[in-house]
């Protein structure tokens, strides 16, 4: 490819182009933010980008010439943290809707769904999702078994968290569950009791296992429509590329079908597990992990997607959330040594639990996963599990293949004040979820009384971490939260709920600055790429690169911060393939 300098730009010499867009706003997330007038594309790349004047020699025949109308292009989202099969399987399935419930609505949302179910079998365990467990109305109700018993079923039933890390139990489900009042807690595990010792129902953590091991699995066609329907769900927000955040053979195959029938409309990447809870040591864990490498990454990046497995997930703790309180945190949680009517909120004994890897461990992983060219994402929600995180990459960054390593810390809700210029330092991407960054049930009222004044002002620090010199990047971790990207990013600007969230919800949360909008979108695009190692192909739109993008119904820089909320994508390109395309599109 030959670049040719013009007055209005650079192209590409040589034939016309596949598709030129004219008369927009095209915002490239280039070094400058700049912005420029048109842009084109042949052969699923971008080889124009500049004014309309520099443009009009590669309109062609055959050439689709788009009139933007002022319209706003720009590079296609990449989300670093989500579980699409998750997601998608979670559209097909008994749903709460991320809804604050009461007690009864709860009861009455699971009992049509068992009265709506056609199979009916007594035996067929009924599991529900997107629990928000966190807002359950009055604030503080808790769920127990004898909450699902009350229902008109003999089967058993699961209710799944949004968070992920709690699900409800019936009796019959802790019944086959083989859950007694001398069952030990699991490693990494929770399995809450009452006062006299009996199992709530409610498992946290690793517990959770022992109910969704005796789950029958998902069919392959149920994984293939799963996997489709993320997919569908993605394309329509303007997502072109993914990183699946704790994967598993059955999700790999499931892509990899879709590959094979010219379905895969996203770049998919895929992080595997490494969990040294049931022996497997440090080159055991990665070498397992590199088999499953060999089996399912398509290699280097082509104009149309593929699927690439370069990347390890590890958990470092589980929630600051109540009630599961699985944060690992520097100091102790409160609790209330008062009344309800004259709360005394002091320390008390919980930390939350050890780092789910030791420091010996830790290390030893990382190094064995710097040597085999795969990338940490590490999960870290409470200040301890951040610092252990950072703690180790600093070792690792000592090493002689640690300084090839692009080590993510996944969440960081609750991160020291003294930590946050190690991100910089250290060339670690925490890759956040900005819609967790405004006022809800889970981060007003309890939240602020279990951590303290002093250390609920630092929850989310999202602008924090930006200000410090972090590569921010943005992951939705879907499907804990409903997958609405720009809403996300909207918070990400405004720390605010949604207007009609509730007086109780009005404002921003805590003191915090919200980021600027040019950093909200290059967490979105170009940082989020380069966790992904594909910052030279995507994440922004220049010569040369893949033509992943994306036409906004408005212009995200000059719309009320509110209405970034609304925005529509009327058009999703990859690889300079629409794949999705709104019926007001210009």
């Given at each position: ?205 690793a517990a959770q296992d022992m109910a969704m091991n005796l789950l029958p699995p998902l069919t392959v066609a149920e994984n293939l429509a799963a996997s489709a329907a993320a997919l569908d769900a993605m394309r329509r927000q303007g997502i072109t590329s993914f990183l699946d955040a704790w994967t598993d053979p059955e999700t790999m195959t499931a892509f990899a079908t879709l590959h094979r029938q010219a379905r895969l409309t996203a770049r998919a990447h895929f992080a595997v597990l490494i969990d040294l809870d049931k022996g497997a ?56 040594k008062g009344t309800d009517a004259a709360p005394n909120w002091q320390p008390g004994q919980s930390k939350g639990p050890a780092s789910y890897f030791s420091a010996a461990a830790l290390m030893a992983t990382l190094a064995e996963l710097a040597r085999a060219h795969i990338d940490p994402h590490i999960h870290a929600d409470g200040d301890r599990a951040v610092r252990d995180s950072l703690d180790a990459i600093e070792a690792l960054r000592a090493s002689p293949y640690g300084h090839e390593s692009r080590p993510s810390i996944a969440h ?175």
């Amino acid at each position: 490819m030959i670049a040719i300098a013009t007055p209005g730009g650079t192209h590409a010499a040589a034939s016309p182009a596949d598709m030129v867009y004219r008369n927009g706003y095209v915002y490239t997330v280039d070094d400058k933010d700049s912005v420029q007038q048109a842009l084109a594309v042949r052969a699923g790349r971008i080889v124009y980008v500049g004014d309309n004047a520099g443009a009009k020699p590669l309109i062609g025949k055959s050439t689709r010439v788009i009139d933007l109308h002022g319209r706003m292009l720009m590079p296609g989202l990449i989300d670093a943290h989500m579980h699409p099969q998750s997601g998608g399987s979670r559209l097909l399935n008994c749903s709460l809707n991320y809804e604050s419930l009461t007690v009864p609505q709860f009861q009455a949302r699971i009992q049509a769904c068992l009265d709506q179910d056609e199979k009916k079998d007594p035996d067929r365990w009924l599991v529900v999702v997107n629990w928000f467990q966190q807002g359950m109305q009055p604030e503080g109700v808790e769920t127990t078994a004898a909450t699902l018993d009350a229902l008109k079923t003999s089967r058993p039933v699961i209710v799944r968290s949004s968070f992920g890390h709690s699900a409800q139990l019936n009796s019959r489900a802790i019944a086959l569950a083989g859950i007694k009042r001398d069952t030990p807690d699991p490693a990494g595990g929770k399995i809450v009791r009452d006062s006299s010792g009996q199992a709530t129902g409610l498992l946290e953590d690793a517990a959770q296992d022992m109910a969704m091991n005796l789950l029958p699995p998902l069919t392959v066609a149920e994984n293939l429509a799963a996997s489709a329907a993320a997919l569908d769900a993605m394309r329509r927000q303007g997502i072109t590329s993914f990183l699946d955040a704790w994967t598993d053979p059955e999700t790999m195959t499931a892509f990899a079908t879709l590959h094979r029938q010219a379905r895969l409309t996203a770049r998919a990447h895929f992080a595997v597990l490494i969990d040294l809870d049931k022996g497997a040591t440090p080159q055991s864990a990665v070498a397992a992990l590199l088999k499953k490498q060999k089996q399912f990454d398509q290699g280097p990046t082509k104009v149309a997607p593929s699927m690439q497995v370069r990347h390890a997930k590890l958990f470092m703790d589980g929630v600051i959330a109540a009630p599961a309180f699985t944060g690992a945190m520097l100091e102790p949680y409160l609790v209330n040594k008062g009344t309800d009517a004259a709360p005394n909120w002091q320390p008390g004994q919980s930390k939350g639990p050890a780092s789910y890897f030791s420091a010996a461990a830790l290390m030893a992983t990382l190094a064995e996963l710097a040597r085999a060219h795969i990338d940490p994402h590490i999960h870290a929600d409470g200040d301890r599990a951040v610092r252990d995180s950072l703690d180790a990459i600093e070792a690792l960054r000592a090493s002689p293949y640690g300084h090839e390593s692009r080590p993510s810390i996944a969440h960081d809700e609750i991160v020291a004040p003294a930590d946050y210029p190690r991100f910089a330092r250290l060339n670690v991407t925490p890759v956040l979820s900005f819609q967790w960054g405004k006022p809800a049930p889970d981060t007003v009222g309890a939240l602020k009384n279990y951590l303290g004044p002093a250390r609920y002002a630092t929850v989310e620090p999202q602008a924090v971490l930006h200000d410090a010199g972090a590569r921010v990047a943005y992951g939705s971790d879907w499907p804990v939260d409903p997958l609405d990207v720009w809403f996300a990013l909207k918070v990400g600007v405004t720390r605010t709920a949604a207007p009609d969230a509730g007086k109780e919800y009005a404002g921003r949360l805590t003191s915090q600055h919200g980021m600027p909008r040019a950093a909200v979108l290059r967490a979105i695009t170009l940082n989020a790429a380069y966790t992904l190692r594909q910052e030279t192909t995507t994440g922004s739109l220049q010569l040369g690169k893949l033509a992943d993008l994306i036409v906004l119904d408005r212009n995200f820089f000059t719309i009320p911060d509110e209405d970034i909320a609304n925005i529509k994508v009327l058009q999703t390109v990859v690889g300079g393939k629409v794949v999705f395309e709104a019926k007001d599109m210009p």
